[in-house]
């Protein structure tokens, strides 16, 4: 019984870690040996970028080793400021990692599902064209911060080009894009409550098949979130829905377990 649920378990994994869902790999945790921070953070007064050094220090990407030279390129093994420098281009050169047409690739070498998504999107076509209208990576997430927009904050940002006053006006685009968040945000919501209770589960069996049904109501959840990259939501209601209806099975059998 345990064996099966297990084994059950760790193929969905493997199908998770086939369709690139089992989050960013631990790539590039490298920090301890990236010397990179340590200069920068060590010459306040020659800095050139404080604020963008304020912002990854409180970021996901400092606190999961993400390097400078994860975006920036460089040799980060020396503090010798030509080799270091080596290869680090500006962001206003084209052919920077961090200029904007680069970041879809550059942040999308670890963030494959949401790369892969905004690949199909017009704003990817219109970008790779040089468009300079259309959003890039950074404008909804910031350069280094790893920021995740509210579902009011999406909708200011689609409605900044496509509101009436925009400069690409479809004021139907900015409400879709909130309705989706909010519609996101209410299953990761009951789903983080089916963890805790999940947590509590005593019998050892009972615990590990609830975390697999977790896992299964969560994968839509996932896949809803990467593909909103392609910012055109028409498959995405289905996969609430279906990340809804297992989250409240799944909390129906927490809370009434059947006999
Ligand atoms: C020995 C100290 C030192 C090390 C090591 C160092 N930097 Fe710098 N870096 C500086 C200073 C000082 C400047 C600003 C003056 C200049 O442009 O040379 C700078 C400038 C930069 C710039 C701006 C370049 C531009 O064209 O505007 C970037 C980006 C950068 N560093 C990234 C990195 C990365 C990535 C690494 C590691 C691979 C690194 N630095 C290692 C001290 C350092
Ligand atoms: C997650 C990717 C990412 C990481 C990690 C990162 N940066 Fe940046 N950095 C960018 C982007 C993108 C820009 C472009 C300007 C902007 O959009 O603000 C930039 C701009 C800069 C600039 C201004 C010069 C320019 O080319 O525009 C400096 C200097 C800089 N970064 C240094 C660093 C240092 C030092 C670190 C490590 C403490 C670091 N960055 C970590 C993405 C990153
Ligand atoms: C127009 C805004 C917008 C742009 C442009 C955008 N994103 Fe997102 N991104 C979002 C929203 C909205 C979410 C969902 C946030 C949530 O669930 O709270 C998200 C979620 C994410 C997540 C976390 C979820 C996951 O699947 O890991 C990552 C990582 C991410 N985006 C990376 C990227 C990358 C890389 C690019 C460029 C190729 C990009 N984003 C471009 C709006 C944007
Ligand atoms: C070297 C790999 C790497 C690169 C390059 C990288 N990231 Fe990340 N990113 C990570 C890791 C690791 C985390 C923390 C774990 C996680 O939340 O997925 C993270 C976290 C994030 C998050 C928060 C996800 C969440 O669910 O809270 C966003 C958004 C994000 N990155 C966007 C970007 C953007 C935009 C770029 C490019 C400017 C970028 N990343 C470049 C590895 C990377
Ligand atoms: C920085 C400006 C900018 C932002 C922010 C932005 N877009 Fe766009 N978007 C454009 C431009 C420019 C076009 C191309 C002109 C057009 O088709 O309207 C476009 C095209 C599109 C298209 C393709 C339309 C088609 O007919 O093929 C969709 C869908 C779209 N955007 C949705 C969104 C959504 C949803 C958001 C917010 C999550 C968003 N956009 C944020 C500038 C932006």
Known sequence: MVSTTVARLSSLMTVLATLGLAGAPAALAQLDRSRCAD????????????????????????????GCDSCHRGNPDTFESLQAHRGVLSSFNPSSP???TQLPATCGSCHVGPYVNFQASRHH????QGD?????????HGSVDGRLLSPQGLERQCAECHGPDGIAPRPGRAAD???LLEGIANVRESLEAARRLIERVRDGDRRRSLEA??????VPV?????????FVFDQLEERLETAQERTAALLSELVNPAP
């Open 39 to 66: 200069c920068h953070f060590a010459n306040p007064y020659t800095e050139p970028a404080q604020q963008h050094l304020h912002r990854w220090s409180l970021s996901p990407h400092q606190r999961a080793d993400v």
């Open 98 to 100: 961090v200029h904007r």
């Open 125 to 128: 076509e219109l970008l790779g």
């Open 132 to 140: 300079r209208r259309v959003p890039t990576c950074s404008t909804c």
């Open 177 to 179: 894009a909130r309705l």
């Open 213 to 218: 049904a977790y896992l299964q109501a969560e």
């Open 222 to 230: 996932i896949e809803a979130r990467r593909a909103g990259h392609r």
